[in-house]
């Protein structure tokens, strides 16, 4: 196993600047996949006008977004500005979506700080032409330590929708046995338990999923240098429960590319968005190389290993910073 770590890119701005020589994207780049018709799109999510450009007369069929509410537990940001920030992505999704559409944002809530952005940004929705549909809770496997109150091992995601869209109820069946017996029901005048009526051995998702694994080191989907990367298992559930084959699915903060990653495996076509140069290139790096080797990621290895161990300068930055040796 190659072990190449990167440290947090959105965290250390001379990083990325560094690795910028080895990026095919700038602030108004838009790659146009030839396979799939997939677009990666290096801009900001709130310009209408790059949108534009980006979607000509498309219209998505579902929304899958990851905004960095880090920012306020970094106190990068207030609340309120993220909420201003929040109401133009969410305008210009509402937009760019089908009349019957759907629309999933994963969201923190820092426990520490009144569950701070969630309880704003659901205030906001709820003026929007959104109608709320389920609150996902994704349980993480490992969470933040403590001896004063209980472990945060959750991440939400949430669930609206414009319209009447289509849902593929039976999409996502989990990996958990049906095991609990119970809930009866007469059938045909006959009386039957839950796992009798049951089209599979296996339980559905509910809104409370347990079975997916948090993203580390160890896995094969892991991207170096890319902070709370989602698991693509999760990203797949939502796609194949909200979207069919062939349908356009966008997502307006790119960051690993688990999204249009996910998109490619499902025959779906993704149009992805990051202001970021640094994430983009690493969103195309990451299509390219399943496409050649199969693999979603790079373990414990980061997209830019080859480039870094042949540049000095990256390599005694990573030295000198973070004591950080490639060989």
Known sequence: MLKHPLPRLDKDEELSNLLLPYCRFERGTIFIDQVSGHKIACGDCTDEK????????EKAALAIHDPPYNFI??????????INWSKKWIELSYHHLKKNASLYIWLGADQNNHFQPLGSFLL??????????????????????????????????????????????????????????????????????NIERSKSENIRAGNVWIDIQQ?????????????????IKAIERIINASSKKRDLVIDFFSHSGTTLLASEKLQRKCFTVDIEPVFCEISLRRLENFRTSGKTGWQNSNPFYKEINSDKR??????????????
């Open 314 to 327: 990256l390599k005694n930055y990573l030295k000198k910073k973070y004591n950080i040796e490639y060989k």
């Open 73 to 82: 537990a970094f106190q990068k940001s207030d609340v309120q500005e993220f």
């Open 124 to 193: 906001m929705m709820s003026q929007t032409d959104f109608k709320s549909k389920s609150f996902i809770t994704m349980r993480n496997q490992r969470g933040f330590g403590t001896l004063k109150n209980w472990m945060s091992i959750r991440q939400e995601l949430l669930y609206y929708v414009k319209g009447k869209p289509f849902f593929n109820v039976n999409a996502e069946y989990t990996d958990i046995p049906k095991v609990l017996k119970g809930y009866y029901k007469k059938i045909n005048g006959r009386v039957t338990e």
């Open 50 to 57: 790059f949108l534009s450009k980006l979607f000509g007369n």
């Open 215 to 231: 993203v580390f080191y160890r896995m094969e989907e892991n991207v170096n240098g890319c902070y709370a990367q989602k698991p």
